[in-house]
């Protein structure tokens, strides 16, 4: 007996954008492509082009708020940004997410200068895409951004982050030196929305953002954002263009929840249950329409990669 | 279902009212709803009876495994996306043990399925069946360890095996306590039928692909056994994920009919099976019996289940109740938040990355967030005083201060009235609190 395959008939599909410019493009990386799809994550039967996730590995330039499992996967190289990266380029990361926590006025102040002689020495030391945030202090990080964007034109950086409070100062960085942008907003479909407008509206090119509508972990409220990401996929897919763009989760905050890193009684290896934190998170934003992926810990990124070739029926 | 127009079609117009609705029309508005049963009319046509049964029929059959309060439910489900309205019987994990075990392992296996509980959020996270295996190829040997086992342990049982002698012998042993027959495929098809029936037990029925799954299904049904779970056997992660949504997709866009049935899935050991089981839990799994599952893979997989089976509607909520946080003492400030669980656990993740000794009274708002709550009256300052006194909070903490959310800066003055306590306004949003509190 035949069952008929049930394809929905999307109307739309998501943008297709590049990350990190090649010698020819004027940049000194390998790059990668992301978007694209036309149908729900992973059913080929629906999209037969094949899905591009891309899995970004965790670095920052201060270890304040790095959790411990993380730090101890990479021992001495986490006092070493350049070095931490080429760990995870090592262990087959397609790009990196540097965070200049360093330059937040309340803790180390480190100034724009010296962060984009940071990020500049990542670059030399790993030709990967790069995404960059700062240290989520406004002010500061319109600063900082602003010499980065300068320091690595050209290089098609992701900078991270707009947000509806305040976002023409990434917006510029980015529109001024050829780089893509995150357009954050807080788990609402809605302000997913809105936050694409703005930077749209502001001039930035739609080709030119990334959604990241708040990834939130296993246990923390992960249920909310599965359903903000299917619901945010289904509108792009349904036609709505300010939604087609690609979307990024960040999946490093399962170390912040207990069951993650707390040794609890019948419950397991400590480690190897926080790495399903960490994984089973990313799998539910995966599912849910994650475009990139941005993960803390090496053996995550493994599982991660596991998943993508499983899904892509090449295991 | 059928609107009540298409459904008033096939109702004998007679508007007797024996249904106790005054007129035909109003008893189909009512079964449109599903508020009413097809058999309430006493008057239906043959005809009509099957017309409407095949439309009213929920697209997922509910089958029901075991018996008594642990008894699962699987399948009636009526969504694709959880956002639409809620996945309702969240998916069953069962464990195999198989009868080759030696009465020590069998007792470690047992006391290992009951370890793995955990109580989360106001709910208990737990293995909800055992799966039973043949693996000694010796029917009275199985039998009697399903006897051993079902007298031993107050789970549901699935009975795992391909030959029809064996399973009868088993089944019949303990069929009162209704176990999942594993099960039905080409090799066996009408003996495990007979035993089904026999003992009137659900039984899954295997494939390696969708069409002849289809097939056999119709062969089932054609034998007289409705009461049936899929076993679409994906060799890969690609084909769990489609397999599971076309069958899903198929019967609640009833594209095609055959397949309306909740979802078996074997899990084998290891790092695919741990893929394989949380793809199954976000798309539509109904039974995961795993070969082997470690507890640090068990924990991560109940809280996924337990957040994607969560009613959309109704947030979640955290035991109202006074949290410490970093070892405070007497001298470590007192805040509060409110119970729904997002807000808790942003607030609690804050507060432990602040390094800070602080205790955090969480109030019953009903699973409002803070402003919410506040203009739904449901966070005032009485509800604050009431939550306090009941914890004993003043007691545990003497500075004699009270750090309130800065989006409800305004209930500082009446805050100050109903306790007493010097009143400090907090941070608007959670992330500032570490700043807040070292300063």
Redesign the interface.
Known sequence: MEVPVPREKWAGSIGEMELGASLEKGGSRSSLRLGGNKGLPFLSFEDPTSRNVALAGFVADSLEDVPLPVKRAFGNAVNDPARWAAAWKEKGADLICLHLTSTNPEEKDVSPEEAAATVMAVMKAVELPLIIYGSGHPEKDAKVLEKVGEAAKGERLLLGQAEEGGYKSVAAASMANGHAVIGFSNLDINLAKQIVILLTDYGVGRGDVIIDPLMAALGMGLEYSYSVNERIRISALSGDAMLQVPMICDCVSAWKAREASDDIPQAGDTLERGIWWESTTALAALLSGADILVLGHPGSLQIAKDALKGFRGEA | MATAIEIFKHLPKKNCGDCKFPTCLAFAMQLANNKAKLDDCPHLSEAGRNALASSSAPPIRLIKVGSGKNAVDMGDETEL???DKRFFHPVAFALRIADDLGEDDLYKRLSYVR????E?VGQVLKMDLLELECRSGDADRFAAFVKKVASESELPLVLRTKDAAAMSAAANAIKEKRPLLHGADASNLKEMCVVAKSCACPLTVGADD??G???MV?AVRKEGVEDMVLDPRPS????L??RC??IR??AI?K??R??GYPIYLSIPAG??G??MA??AV??YGSLLSFEEL????????M??R???Y?D?QVPIQVKPDLYPVNNPGPDAPLLFTTNF??TF??V??DL??SKVPVWLQVVDTEGLSVLTAYSAGKLTSESVKNALQSTGALERSKKGTLVIPGMVARMAVKLNEATGLQIIVGPKES?GLP?FLRS
């Not at chain 2, 470690?294 to 997989?301: D, E, I, K, T, V």
């Open positions: 996306y959880r956002h370890s793995l509980r955990f989360r969708l069409n799954l289809a097939d119709e890969s992660l690609k084909e994920l489609e949504t076309i997709r198929s866009r594209t095609f055959g397949l790092r695919d741990m893929l949380s793809t976000m798309k470690p507890a640090s893979n068990a924990l991560p997989l809280v996924l337990q957040n994607i969560t959309p669980s997002l656990f942003t609690m993740s432990e990355k992330s700043k």
